[in-house]
């Protein structure tokens, strides 16, 4: 059992299009244990493992990260020239 809430199909096609057109995001987020995150990333793909939504994604220092996507609070798109 998992309290996982699905997210809209309209956020889900905005992380799509951010995946297919390699747009650096700065999302914040909560966790599993309830930190609250605030990074950049770059959205590489999205996966669906028992029941639940992910997106896999890069930070600036090449880290891969794994985001439960109902976790997240805040996204918003950056400019080409700001994650530089």
Sequence with gaps: MTDYRPISCAM????ELAILRHTTMRLRWRDSAGVIHLETLTPEDLETCHGEEFLLARNLIGECLRV???????????PASTAS
Aim: aromatic residues 14%; glycine residues 0%; hydrophobic residues 35%.
């Design 12 to 15: 889900y096609n905005q992380y």
């Design 68 to 78: 439960r996507l109902d976790r997240i609070r805040t996204v918003s798109a950056l």
